[in-house]
């Protein structure tokens, strides 16, 4: 694969664009001003506000993780300066974050806050502190559109941390290199899940997909799958993955508080039979972590309709 000269954007994302039709040359200067380091004034009250988000690391080999990020307002993130932001996420137990951020220093993270259907990615470095926290540096920072999200509002349990890093897991967790029943029953009815990838150009990248439950498909016990919805046409994720097929996959139950964490491999399934290319992410399975934590209390607002996402699509 040949080296790309565009400034925003990785030959793995022009490559995807390009079998788009969509011009990567012309697509870099559009996004230019959108991608910069630093967080501006609105955001940086929506980051100060969140008590929920997730983050992407790579561990000593390699592998991407999504991990969520759970806190209370005004503490799980301080923002330091407009390209510094102090984390102080509840730990969840068997969750590789603290590890992999010491091993590597390799994270993103998408802030999040699904009862208005606003994200925000930014990616960057972290560095775990004696006390702890993770000062988290930023190099790359954008707003995203509010596609595919399920609108529900959070509410943390005030018992859940103190902003300390104090471990709230609710029962001991598991490893496995396969899904088990109660796993395959989770993503079955998943209507939001997160993946984590990495480029070296720009690092670790978090994500967020959404579709009505069952958009996630278990083909067995290693393998699931899931469509690629249109979206904004950056190809982020998937242009990674040509470029280094491992990926993180995490899927969360809203009203039980199970978290699973997936890492693999990643493949891209393409269907051109007909006049829109159709795209498929398909994951090997190599490690799943389940584990119970306190996620606080979910309440669902409202469903997104799927077809008013791909017929107003300006409406999402």
Known sequence: MSETR???????????????????EAYDKAVDQAFRPELNPSEVRFVGARTFSMAASVDDAGRPWASALLGQPGELFTVADETTVLVAPQVIDGDPLF????????MGILY???SVRRRAK????GT???DGTITY???????????????????PDQEASDGSGIEQQLSPGSVANHLSADDRAQLELADTTFLASHSERFGADPTHRGGPPGFVTVIDDSTVAMPDF?????????GNLLLDNRIGFTSIDFQTGRVL?????????????????????????????????????WNDIEAFDLGRVFSNPDRT
């Not at 693999?264 to 399975?285: F, H, M, P, W, Y």
């Open 6 to 24: 565009l400034r925003n954007f990785h030959e793995g994302e022009a490559q995807l664009q390009r079998e788009s039709n969509v011009d990567p």
């Open 99 to 106: 590890d992999n951020v010491r091993s590597t220093g390799a």
């Open 112 to 114: 999040f806050d699904p």
């Open 122 to 125: 930014s990616l960057g470095t």
């Open 128 to 130: 775990v502190e004696p």
């Open 137 to 155: 540096r930023m190099h790359r920072m954008f707003g995203i559109c509010t596609k595919y999200i399920f609108k529900r509002e959070h509410t």
């Open 230 to 238: 249109p979206g904004n046409g950056m190809f982020q994720t998937l």
């Open 261 to 297: 964490q997936l890492t693999g491999r990643g493949e891209i399934r393409t269907d051109s039979g007909s006049n829109q290319i159709q795209r498929a992410l398909v994951v090997k399975i190599d490690e799943v972590r389940s584990s119970h934590t306190n996620i606080g209390t």
